[in-house]
C-alpha cells in the first residue's frame, strides 16, 4: 500500500480500527501532532502529554468520525485543543511560582558542511520564534501541515480573511527579518 | 529569496524545533498501548443481558403479586386509618401486640389467616423476585 500524506488520509484507511491500524494511525499523525505541540512552545513534558493524549482522543472518536472535514483537520483540531489546554496549564503554573519543565533540548551541533544550511534554518528558526503566536501557527499549519486556508480558519476559529491577513503579515516580518 | 523563504518554511528544520523522532515514537507507543488497553477492557466487559423468560416471568410475577397484595394493603390501610381516628388512644393501651383488636375487632393473625393461601404465594413470589440475588439465581436456572 503506497504511504499516502496525512492530508490524504481518510477514516477510511484505517477501517477495521485493530492495533495494526492504530499503529498506522499513531505512526502517520504522531510527528504532526508534535511538530504542532513544538509550535505552542510546549516544554517536552507537555509535548508528550499532548501526542498521548490527541492519539487517545483520536482513536476513540475515529470510529464516530463522520468526514464532516479531513481526517486530518479534525485530528489537528484535536491537538489543537490539547496544545492550548497545555499552555493554559503552564502559564497557571508560571504564574503560580512552579518551575515550567525544561524546554526542548537542543539540536546537536551540525557537521561543518552542513552549518551553513543549518544556521539558514536557525535564522529562520529565530525570525519565526519572533513572531505573534497566530502568525507563527498558521504559517506552521499552512506551509509544514499544507493546511488550506479554510481549514485553518476551522482550526483556530477565526474567519479565512483573518486567516490569510496573519498569513500575509507573518510572511512581510519574516523577509524583513530574513533579508 | 522570496522563494528561497517558501521553501525553508516548507522544511520541518525551519520551524520551531520539534521533538526527538525517537521520543515520538515512544509517546505514541505509550499512546498505543492504554488505547489496546481500553479496548481489551472494553472487549472483557460483560455485554448486557439480553431480554428473556426471566424477565417475562419476573414482570408477570410483581404484576400479578401487585394485583393480589392491592386488597390486602387497602384493608390494613382501612383498618389502620380507622383505628387512628377512632381510637389512638385506646391502641395506645393495648400496645401493637398481634392478638390486639382493631377497632372492628379484627386481629393481625386474623388478617393474615383470612388471606387467600394464593394471594400469600403470590406476594411471597414477589418479595422473591425482587431482591436481586435470588432473581439472579432463578435466571441462571432458568436460562441455563
Known amino acids: 500500500m503506497p ?35 513544538a509550535r505552542f512552545r510546549l516544554p517536552h513534558d507537555l509535548c508528550q502529554d499532548v501526542v498521548q493524549e490527541t492519539l487517545l482522543r483520536a482513536l476513540r472518536g475515529l470510529p464516530h468520525f463522520r468526514g464532516e472535514s479531513r481526517l486530518s483537520t479534525w485530528v489537528y483540531r484535536i491537538a489543537w485543543r490539547e496544545c492550548a489546554r497545555a499552555a493554559a496549564h503552564q502559564k497557571r503554573a508560571a504564574r503560580g511560582g512552579i518551575a515550567p519543565a525544561p524546554e526542548v533540548e537542543p539540536e546537536a551541533a551540525p557537521q561543518p558542511d552542513l552549518a551553513a544550511q543549518a544556521d539558514e534554518y536557525a535564522r529562520v528558526r529565530a525570525a519565526m520564534n ?50 | ?75 390494613l390501610a382501612g383498618h389502620a386509618w380507622t383505628a387512628l381516628h377512632a381510637g389512638a388512644a385506646r391502641l395506645a393501651d393495648r400496645g401493637w401486640a398481634a392478638d390486639a383488636a382493631w377497632t372492628d375487632g379484627t386481629t393481625w393473625t386474623q388478617a393474615l389467616a383470612e388471606a387467600p393461601p394464593a394471594l400469600l404465594a403470590v406476594a411471597a413470589l414477589a418479595v422473591f423476585l425482587s431482591v436481586p440475588q435470588l432473581r439472579g439465581m432463578a435466571s441462571r436456572v432458568l436460562d441455563g
Open chain 1, 3 to 37: 504511504v499516502k500524506e496525512p492530508n490524504q488520509l481518510a477514516a477510511a484507511d484505517f477501517e477495521p480500527l485493530d492495533d495494526d491500524a492504530a499503529r498506522r494511525f499513531a505512526d502517520a499523525f504522531a510527528p504532526r501532532i508534535a511538530a504542532q505541540a
Open chain 1, 130 to 179: 519572533g513572531l505573534p503566536e497566530q502568525h507563527r501557527l498558521a504559517l506552521g499549519y499552512h506551509y509544514l501541515d499544507g493546511l488550506a486556508v479554510a481549514d485553518i480558519a476551522a482550526l483556530m476559529e477565526a474567519t479565512p480573511s483573518t486567516v490569510k491577513s496573519w498569513l500575509k503579515r507573518g510572511r512581510d516580518a519574516l523577509r524583513e527579518r530574513f533579508a
Open chain 2, 1 to 75: 529569496m522570496n522563494d528561497r523563504l517558501e521553501t525553508l518554511l516548507r522544511d520541518p528544520r525551519a520551524h520551531q524545533d520539534t521533538p526527538d523522532a525517537d521520543a515520538v515514537r515512544d509517546w505514541s507507543d505509550q499512546a498505543l498501548a492504554r488505547w489496546q488497553a481500553e479496548q481489551a477492557a472494553e472487549a472483557g466487559r460483560v455485554p448486557r443481558r439480553r431480554f428473556g423468560w426471566t424477565d417475562i416471568a419476573t414482570a408477570a410475577g410483581l404484576v400479578s403479586a401487585a394485583v393480589a397484595i392491592a386488597p390486602v394493603v387497602g384493608a
